[in-house]
């Protein structure tokens, strides 16, 4: 049995495979998206104290020249924003936010949004990133990127 290819059965098959081709795209994003946000409600939201200097964080990469920490801390009810930059070796960090009191968390679908004395700290999970937002700007991190962890103790000690 021979089967006759024309341009129309040709499309189609192309049209067919490009179609299943963005399905599978858009649910690999869902899926990194997805394990991200359930990543930040269990270390972040979810999290149970073991020790009164317990923190748990989101980072930027290890290895960049600047990065981008947003640490909260349960028991302290603490969050901070602090910058690392590269220098050599070197590790300098900034605070360029907090550690501001949390008074409530809220969430939102993909948002969550910590509410402190100031303008709130807002945590944005995007397509293909997370932002954080606060008082005084905002940094993106793409979820290749993206590191979840906690410190025992933090470095505050």
């Not at 939201?45 to 009164?52: M, T, V």
């Amino acid at each position: 049995v021979f089967m006759h290819l024309t341009k129309k059965t040709v499309l189609i098959g192309v049209a067919s495979l490009l179609i299943l081709g963005l399905a599978a795209w858009g649910v690999n994003v869902f899926l990194v998206m997805n394990n991200a946000q359930q990543s930040f409600d269990k270390n972040f939201i979810h999290f149970q104290a073991k020790s009164d200097d317990n923190e748990t964080f989101i980072t930027q990469g290890i290895g960049k020249k600047e990065a981008y920490n947003l640490s909260y801390s349960p028991v302290k009810k603490t969050i901070e924003i602090s910058k690392s930059t590269k220098n050599g070796d070197i590790y300098a960090s900034d605070s360029i936010y907090g550690a501001a009191k949390v008074y409530d968390i809220k969430q939102n679908a993909n948002r969550y949004v910590f509410i402190t004395a100031t303008k709130p700290i807002i945590v944005d999970f995007g397509i293909t990133s997370v932002k954080v937002t606060y008082d005084g700007g905002h940094f993106e991190t793409p979820y290749s990127e993206l590191h979840f962890g906690e410190t025992f103790p933090s470095e505050d000690n």
